[in-house]
């Protein structure tokens, strides 16, 4: 854990991660604490912020970049950890403005006006907006069930599925790299592997017991909700407003929308669904 060492072996530590190793190690390979503790994952924070900083000459694009009092918890979001990103905002012609303070109030003719009043002039504006990640575009397709419910109004009140690959009520229907899965939280071929391997298990079974419905059971379908939602609780990304959660949306719910407890959590979560006469589906043989 962080606090177990003392600062210079944690400073060592950092360093090696940050600097020998690279790559995604200084956020995805440090101590295990930095994502449930705030003052753990505080001090991965300054150490990042102030070899940042060194790197920024302008203290305004300084204090946006790498603020003293970090916006969210570090690596809530994705983080930077990159060569010479910072190194481009010391460039005369590359500016950065933080919209939290003074938004886009609209588009113009000649780019783009601040609510302070300030028009910046654009040849090209590339627009990142509404980007409704995992659950977007499944909610969008008018797919549904024996009730006449899409998948939309089966996710009215919260997000439910079961395991990340099918919906209560919505028989023979998967899919992969979804919502409630590893997801954005995984490597992604992984994830897809994983899942793919193991409806190729599945198809097996429907092929040799000749199965003509195989539906995910509402218990199991509840119980893995309350999982999602029970590991995501023990983290601190539900502090910071982002897509991981559906944040970015305006009037989408806040939720958790990625499984984070781990690949091999979640593929014992499958191969469990299907022991014991298949416990966590409804089957029905022709």
């Known amino acids: 854990m962080t606090f177990d060492d003392d ?11 940050m600097y020998e190793k690279g790559g995604f190690r200084y956020w995805l390979a440090t101590y295990p604490d930095i994502y449930t ?8 924070y300054t150490f990042w912020r102030d070899h940042v900083r060194n790197r920024i000459k302008d203290p305004r694009k300084r204090e946006i970049l790498a603020p003293m009092k970090p916006p969210h918890p570090f690596g809530t979001k994705r983080p930077s950890l990159e060569q010479n990103y910072y190194e481009c905002f010391n460039l005369e012609q590359v500016d950065v403005v933080n919209i939290e ?3 886009i109030e609209r588009i113009t003719e000649t780019g783009i006006k601040l609510k302070s009043g ?8 590339i627009l990142a907006t509404g980007f409704d990640a995992v659950t977007g575009s499944l909610a969008q397709l008018d797919i549904r069930n024996g009730k006449g419910e899409s998948i939309s109004d ?19 229907m998967f899919f992969l790299y979804g919502p409630q899965a590893p997801t954005a939280f995984s490597n992604g071929p992984t994830t897809v592997q994983v899942q793919a391997k193991w409806l190729d298990k ?3 079974h429907i092929t040799k017991e000749k199965i003509e419905r195989f539906d995910a059971l509402d218990k199991w379908e509840n119980e893995w909700t309350e999982e999602v939602h029970a590991e995501w609780d023990k983290s601190l990304f539900k502090l910071a407003k982002s897509w991981y959660q559906g944040s970015n949306i305006p009037g989408k719910r806040v939720e958790p929308l990625n499984y984070t407890g781990g690949m091999p959590r979640y593929i014992k979560a499958l191969d469990r669904s299907l022991e014991n ?8 043989s022709a």
């Open 7 to 17: 600062a210079e072996t944690r400073k060592a530590f950092f360093t090696k991660l």
């Open 37 to 44: 503790d705030e003052k753990a994952n505080y001090e991965a």
């Open 101 to 103: 303070e003074n938004p």
């Open 118 to 125: 300030d028009i910046r002039e654009f040849d090209v504006i």
């Open 154 to 172: 089966h996710w009215e009140s919260g997000l439910k599925t079961s395991l990340g690959v099918s919906l209560a009520g919505f028989p023979n």
């Open 202 to 204: 599945v198809f097996q």
């Open 277 to 284: 006469g298949y416990q966590g589906w409804q089957v029905i």
